[in-house]
């Protein structure tokens, strides 16, 4: 049973798209993310949700729009795509605790996103 | 602005020898560093981490050596094994927020020759 799991692995679009990216963990974490892996191999963080409460918003264009319905899913919902958007997005999880937590992640498996 | 970098973007050694990894950070609010792994097509996967309070962490064949000073990690395997061939992304976080934020660097490619 996968732990992380994210849909759909592949993605091509057009531009001007809107595209959702979904993700689930099985581990009963309380903490989610997605990040971003760019063409320069840089996996960066985009957003973090504790128990459906964000928590971390970097500096990401308002297009992109995380929704968790639940602590177990964190969907990414991509408006409006350019080209530049194409990368291959993660989704993580891991026991954040308010305060201190080891840091260790759980990653899916990747959602690559190609924009044409 | 990256804080954390890895700037061997590839290495090869031979089976059997010993694998050296380096990583340096620019943050020193950092206390917690971490590796991961990375096979094609698949996720990272947690290897091993360090916590500030110590210098050296030892698992198996893996160990990681932190100087604090020189804002420097580094990752051993000893002995080096085929199956180790991947990408190897150090990271690091300010474990004091709470937001646990983790910074990656941009990874090194392993391929160890059998």
């Known amino acids: 049973d996968t732990a992380v799991s994210q849909t759909p692995k592949y993605l091509v679009t057009q531009m001007g798209n809107d595209k959702s990216i979904k993700c689930e963990q099985n581990?009963?974490?309380?903490?989610m993310y997605w990040y971003k892996q760019d063409s320069k191999k840089f996996l960066k963080i985009m957003f973090s949700?504790?128990?459906?409460?964000?928590?971390i918003n970097e500096t990401v264009p308002n297009r992109f729009s995380p929704k968790s319905p639940d602590k177990a899913h964190l969907n990414l919902h991509i408006n409006s795509l350019e080209l530049g958007d194409s990368a291959v997005y993660f989704c993580?999880?891991?026991?954040?605790?308010?305060?201190?937590?080891?840091?260790?992640?759980?990653f899916g498996e990747g959602s690559r996103l190609t924009v044409l | 602005d990256q804080q954390v970098k890895q700037n061997s973007p590839s290495l090869s050694v031979q089976e059997g020898r010993i694998s050296i990894l380096n990583c340096d950070y620019t943050?020193?609010?950092?206390?917690?560093f971490l590796w991961y792994k990375k096979y094609p097509a698949e996720g990272p996967t947690f290897l091993i981490s360090?916590?500030?309070?110590?210098d050296k962490n030892e698992d198996g064949r893996f160990t990681v050596f932190l100087n604090k000073s020189a804002k420097h990690l580094s990752l051993h395997i000893v002995p080096s094994q085929p199956g180790d061939s991947a990408v190897y992304f150090c990271?690091?976080?300010?474990?004091?927020?709470?937001?646990?934020?983790?910074?990656f660097g941009t990874g090194t490619r392993l391929t160890v020759i059998p």
């Open positions: 993580a999880s891991n026991q954040g605790l308010a305060g201190r937590n080891t840091g260790e992640l759980f």
């Open positions: 943050n020193s609010m950092f206390d917690y």
């Open positions: 360090i916590s500030s309070i110590k």
């Open positions: 581990l009963g974490h309380d903490t």
């Open positions: 949700y504790n128990n459906k409460e964000l928590i």
């Open positions: 990271a690091a976080v300010d474990d004091q927020t709470g937001a646990n934020n983790l910074f």
